[in-house]
């Protein structure tokens, strides 16, 4: 089925989309920024119309589905604005900075009889779903743990629009943690437990942020799993891993060599095969597919609700 797709916002991870939306068959035909240029600028030869007002974007392309790909302070307007248009929408995570918000787009959503999901793309990179299905199958026995750092240095980062407040919601929790948040909640479960320390200080690397730019989030699940979360925008070189452990071994995902391994009880170490794919083109094709009526989401507005709670809850404890 022919779906026409938009795209609003047109920085990075509006490029992304494009892409990922281009590679699974899906061109799109329309593309709004308030930026002047942007939009004409990613639509380069593709035949895209390009947009600076949201509104006429809105009224006049005739969209089937737009990626929403702004800072989050704007979602809850955007995805307000789109589903009273009657499009369905892929909104980049957080779905919302506060409960509030994320309630408003869900009835929104509700009221219009349209989808609505939020960008955790990484329950499509195929490792993790291979893991999930190694976790569900009892490969690493009862588990345990959970451990996930998403951390290094992101430099100027004073100089982003993710450091500040008023557009991000937040800093490196609400930017980083919540795609860690959803990976504990999809990996082990919902979090009944939640604690967390953050800071923000001068070093070397640059000043004090608005916002946290370190910061570790521990959760508990109903079943006892304990999780700790670590995020950092100034710890070099980085390292980007999710490992689950269990009482017969553990799986870990690391993201600098996309590559899964296994270790047993004993120490053995063993790479896991896993199939190729892109966890964007994934993403997108799935939600074309959910869309069309051959797919049920598999991730849904109230997945992105419940992580932009436990965030919330987080800073809350984090900064007093």
Known sequence: MALRIGIIGCGGIGRT????????????????????????????????????????????ATLDIVS????????????????????????????????????????AASSANKLLSVGFCHRFQPHIETMKSLIDG????????????????MPNVESKWFSDPALAGGGVMMDTSVHSVDLFRHLIGDAVSIQASAVTRTTELGPALRVEDTAVILLTSANGVIGTIEASWRTPPGEWVVTVYGTRGALTMDYDSMQLWQTDATGQRQQVTVADGDRFVNEVAHFAKCVTGQAQLRVTAAD?????????????RAHG
Request: glycine content about 8%; charged content about 10%; aromatic content about 6%.
């Open 304 to 316: 992105g609700l419940a992580a932009t709670h436990i965030l919330v809850t987080a800073a809350t």
């Open 68 to 107: 929403i790909c702004t800072p989050p302070s704007t979602h809850r307007e955007l995805v307000v604005a789109a589903m009273a248009a009657g499009v369905h929408v892929l909104c980049e995570k957080p779905l919302a900075p506060t409960v509030a918000d994320c309630e408003a787009m869900i009835a």
């Open 138 to 153: 009892g490969a690493i026995g009862d588990v345990i743990m959970f451990r996930n750092r998403f951390a290094g240095h």
């Open 17 to 60: 989309h494009f892409n990922a939306w281009s590679q699974a068959g899906y061109v799109p035909v329309a593309l709004a920024d308030t930026v002047p240029g942007a939009a004409v600028a990613l639509a380069g030869t593709s035949g895209a119309q390009a947009y600076t007002d949201i509104a006429t974007f809105l009224a006049e």
